[in-house]
């Protein structure tokens, strides 16, 4: 599968953002997706997943409540909505996909979009 994350930027604290990962080639039915993020100095770290078929979600706590992950099976596009951003969640963030189910792992998952930046300035 072939992914291209977008929306990234610079944003105030407090403000919001919107995510996009269009999914090209050849997504199945029992795909997960999911958005990992990686902050300078620190390992890469699972934020959200998402299920193609049923739209199952997952979040990290620490973004529980604030994020929202959803899917367009049409558009073949997986969306992040960051609301009430903090400092803390300034990062690269990546989109991910997996034959299979949801998991916080990033070894788990095959495919990989570029990554694109979140700065939140305080």
């Known amino acids: 599968v072939q992914l291209q994350a977008s929306g990234g930027g610079l944003v105030q604290a407090g403000g919001s953002l919107s995510l996009s990962c269009a999914a090209g080639?050849?997504?199945?039915?029992?795909?997960?997706l999911a958005w990992f993020r990686q902050a300078p100095g620190k390992q890469r770290e699972f934020v959200a997943g998402i299920t193609w078929n049923w739209g199952t979600t997952v979040y990290s706590d620490s973004v529980k409540g604030r994020f929202t992950i959803s899917r367009d099976k049409a558009a073949r596009t997986v969306y992040l909505q960051m609301k009430s951003l903090k400092s803390d969640d300034t990062a690269v963030y990546y989109c991910a996909a997996r034959n299979g189910n949801i998991t916080p792992k990033s070894d788990d998952y095959k495919d990989w979009g570029q990554g694109t930046l979140v700065t939140v300035s305080s």
């Open positions: 080639g050849s997504a199945r039915a029992n795909y997960a």
